[in-house]
C-alpha cells in the first residue's frame, strides 16, 4: 500500500512539473533563428501534418572538403569585377564549365550555425515527449491534454517558429536537373543588336532599407524586407524625382538612376535574428553586379524619359500565382539552364547567379502607372513590342553571390511569402541624364557595346 501511494505521489508530481516545463516554454517561446530553423525539417504549412521526420540515419555525411563554406564576404577587386564586359560574366547559350565539380549532397544540409554540430531530427522538441511519465495510475484527471507535450506541431514553441519560415527542401534544385533554356528572341535584320553596361558597384557602402518608394511611397518599412541598392545614393521611402536629381551616385558616368533589390541572406548565421518579418541570416554582398541595357529583337530602340519607373518580378508570386513572376537562378557556368522557381544548387567553384530581366516596351507617355505594370510591359515570344508600345533599352541585372555550400541561403520576403524563391523581383528608376541616355541608344542601335 505504501509504495502504490509512493508511486501515485511521484506520478503527480511529474505531471506538475511536466505542466511548468510547458507553461515555461508557452510563456517564453524565443524568436526563430538560423541555428534553430534546419531547412531539412523544415515543411510547407499543407504538409506538417502528414510528414514524418527524416530519419537521421538516412542522411548522408558531407565529405569533409566540402564543410568549409566560402566566405561571402572575402576580400575582392570590386574595379576588376566592374570593369568587366557583359560578355564576361555570362555567355548566352554557354555550356558546362568542364573543371566544375559535382554538386554537394544537399541532404544533410541545414540552417545550422557555422561551426557548430549539425542538428538532426531528433533534437526537435517534438521528438521529446517524455517529460511527461507515460505509465501514470488511472485516477490521473483527463482534462488537461495542454499539459502534455505533443509530437505534433504546435501553435507556440520552436517548431511552430522554424516549420514556416521557409524555404523548404523542395524550394532547391541541382542545377544540372534544370533543362537548358531556349534563350533570348533571335535579333532579326531590324533589331538592335549593341548593348550598353552601367557601373555601378556591388552596394559596397552599405545601402540598405525595406523601402520601396516606387510601390509604397513615404512608408517606412514599405517592403517588410531588406532591399540591396547600388547608383542613387539617396533612395529611400520619401524619394521623389528632386531629392534624385540632387543626390550623388556610386555609378560612372553620372549615372544617378536607382536600381534595388531583395537582398539574399546566408541562412547559416543568426544575423538578424529579432527580424519581425522573419528575414533572419547575415546579408550576403553580391560578388558582381552587371547592369546591362539591351536591344529589341525585331526594331531600333528609343530613349527612356528621365524618371521612368519599372518594376519586374512579383514580390508575392507565392500568393499571388506566377503572372508577373520573372525570377531566374542560375549558376555562374550554366546560364543557359534557368529556373523560375527554385533556388539552385551549384557545383564547387560556380557562383549562384540572379538574372532579373525587365520589361522594354514603353506607352510612349507616362513614366509610371497605378499598377507600376500598364506604362510598360514586355515583348511578346518573338521580341516585338504589343501595337502603341515602342521598344526601350531592356535593362537585365546579372547578381553573382558566393553561398556556403547546400541549402543555406534565401531570398528576402514578406512574411507570408516564405522566403519562395519565385518572390525574387528588382526596380528601377532612370535618372541618367540625356546625353548618357542618348549614348546608350546609340550604341545598342549601332550594334556596339560599351
Not at 30 to 43: I, T, Y
Not at 177 to 194: E, F, H, L, M, N
Not at 300 to 323: C, E, H, Q, S, Y
Request: proline residues 11%; hydrophobic residues 30%; aromatic residues 6%.
Amino acid at each position: 500500500m505504501r509504495s502504490r501511494r509512493m508511486a501515485a505521489a511521484m506520478s503527480a508530481l511529474a505531471m506538475v512539473a511536466g505542466g511548468l516545463v510547458s507553461a515555461a516554454v508557452i510563456g517564453s517561446a524565443p524568436p526563430a533563428s538560423a541555428d534553430q530553423c534546419e531547412v531539412d525539417n523544415q515543411r510547407p504549412p499543407d504538409q506538417r501534418q502528414d510528414q514524418a521526420p527524416q530519419d537521421p540515419e538516412e542522411q548522408v555525411p558531407q565529405d569533409p572538403d566540402d564543410q568549409a563554406p566560402q566566405d561571402p564576404q572575402a576580400p575582392q577587386d570590386q574595379e576588376q569585377e566592374q570593369e568587366q564586359d557583359d560578355g564576361d560574366v555570362f555567355v548566352q547559350g554557354g555550356g558546362v564549365a568542364p573543371a566544375l565539380e559535382p554538386v554537394e549532397e544537399p541532404t544533410a544540409e541545414t540552417f545550422g550555425r557555422r561551426g557548430r554540430p549539425t542538428r538532426t531530427p531528433t533534437q526537435q522538441p517534438t521528438d521529446e515527449p517524455t517529460e511527461q511519465p507515460t505509465d501514470q495510475p488511472t485516477e490521473q484527471p483527463t482534462g488537461q491534454p495542454t499539459e502534455s507535450p505533443s509530437p505534433s506541431p504546435s501553435p507556440t514553441g520552436e517548431e511552430s517558429d522554424c516549420t514556416d519560415v521557409g524555404p523548404f527542401p523542395a524550394d532547391f534544385v541541382d542545377i544540372r536537373q534544370v533543362p537548358p533554356s531556349q534563350g533570348d528572341a533571335r535579333i532579326g535584320r531590324t533589331g538592335s543588336r549593341g548593348s550598353f553596361v552601367s557601373r555601378c558597384g556591388t552596394n559596397g557602402e552599405g545601402h540598405h532599407n525595406p523601402d520601396n518608394f516606387i510601390v509604397a511611397p513615404g512608408v517606412r518599412n514599405g517592403a517588410h524586407h531588406l532591399h540591396d541598392y547600388v547608383g542613387n545614393l539617396s533612395a529611400d521611402a520619401f524619394s521623389t524625382d528632386e531629392s534624385l536629381e540632387a543626390s550623388g551616385t556610386t555609378c560612372r558616368l553620372g549615372d544617378k538612376s536607382t536600381y534595388f533589390w531583395p537582398v539574399l541572406r546566408n541562412r547559416q548565421v543568426d544575423a538578424n535574428a529579432d527580424d519581425p518579418d522573419g528575414n533572419v541570416g547575415q546579408v550576403l554582398r553580391p560578388r558582381s553586379v552587371t547592369l546591362q541595357f539591351r536591344g529589341n529583337a525585331t526594331s531600333r530602340v528609343t530613349a527612356m524619359p528621365r524618371f521612368l519607373r519599372i518594376i519586374m518580378g512579383d514580390a508575392k508570386a507565392a500568393t499571388n500565382g506566377g503572372a508577373n513572376a520573372r525570377a531566374g537562378w542560375s549558376c555562374t557556368g550554366f546560364t543557359n539552364r534557368i529556373s523560375p522557381d527554385k533556388y539552385p544548387l551549384c557545383p564547387r567553384g560556380s557562383q549562384v547567379a540572379r538574372i532579373l530581366d525587365f520589361p522594354s516596351c514603353w506607352d510612349g507617355q507616362n513614366t509610371d502607372s497605378a499598377n507600376h505594370r500598364d506604362h510598360i510591359v514586355f515583348p511578346d515570344q518573338g521580341g516585338a513590342c504589343p501595337q502603341g508600345t515602342r521598344a526601350v533599352p531592356q535593362l537585365r541585372m546579372t547578381l553573382t553571390y558566393s553561398v556556403p555550400p547546400g541549402r543555406s541561403f534565401a531570398v528576402d520576403a514578406f512574411p507570408e511569402q516564405l522566403h519562395n524563391p519565385v518572390t525574387d523581383h528588382a526596380d528601377f528608376v532612370n535618372v541618367m541624364p540625356d546625353r548618357l541616355m542618348s549614348f546608350a541608344v546609340n550604341c545598342i542601335n549601332r550594334g556596339r557595346r560599351c
